[in-house]
């Protein structure tokens, strides 16, 4: 599947695009970024070695079954792009950095990663909010929907496995995008 994302960028946009703070504040975070996906795929590979979990495609009806929802970023791609969507970036982040404590319960040979992983998506998020702020942009807090950001019941060692390797498989794919609408802007 094509995880394409059209962007639609505001004329505010375009009073930043060429502020050297602003090309900064994006450089920053797409390093960051970057460096949290590869931590991502490191723990995507530990969960394969250790629990044969290597496909979603595999457990695309144990993800239904579970129920656990990937953090939106629609804001990315919409006429309202820029405060909404590192609103979003950083709601999301916030999100997934509690969704990791379950790994620290499957893989504690490997909590120092873990940690250090979910310590970058909270640092991150603290770093989009204070340069938010700086540069004088809203900031947004959606309301969450019901459930959102809260991990449902997993009674088995099989969902708990399972519930892991699709958050990091989500994790990746909210960090995909956030990476592209940030690179967008950097190209402005």
């Known amino acids: 599947p094509c995880w394409c994302v059209q962007l639609w960028l505001p004329a505010a946009t375009l009073e930043f695009s060429g502020d050297q703070d602003f090309q900064q504040f994006l450089q920053k975070d797409l390093e960051y970024i970057r460096k949290i996906k590869g931590d991502v795929a490191q ?8 629990f044969q979990l290597c496909s979603e495609e595999e457990l695309m009806l144990v993800k239904q079954k579970l129920g656990i929802s990937q953090a939106p970023l629609d804001q990315c791609h919409s006429k309202t792009f820029q405060d909404a969507c590192f609103s979003q970036i950083r709601d999301g ?3 997934y950095h509690g969704h990791l404590s379950l ?6 040979a490997h909590s120092s990663t873990v940690d250090n992983l979910r ?8 770093n989009i909010q204070q340069q938010m702020e700086d540069l ?3 900031t947004v807090t959606y309301p969450k929907t019901e459930g959102q950001g809260m991990l449902p019941s997993l009674l088995s060692d099989f969902d708990k496995q399972a519930g892991g390797f699709i958050i990091l498989a989500n994790f990746q794919r909210f960090l995909e995008t956030a990476l592209r609408a940030l690179r967008h802007l950097t190209l402005l």
């Open 136 to 138: 004088g942009l809203n």
């Open 103 to 108: 790994l620290l319960q499957l893989l504690p």
């Open 43 to 50: 723990l995507q590979q530990l969960m394969c070695t250790t």
């Open 119 to 126: 310590l970058d998506a909270s640092n991150l998020s603290t």
């Open 93 to 95: 982040l916030q999100i």
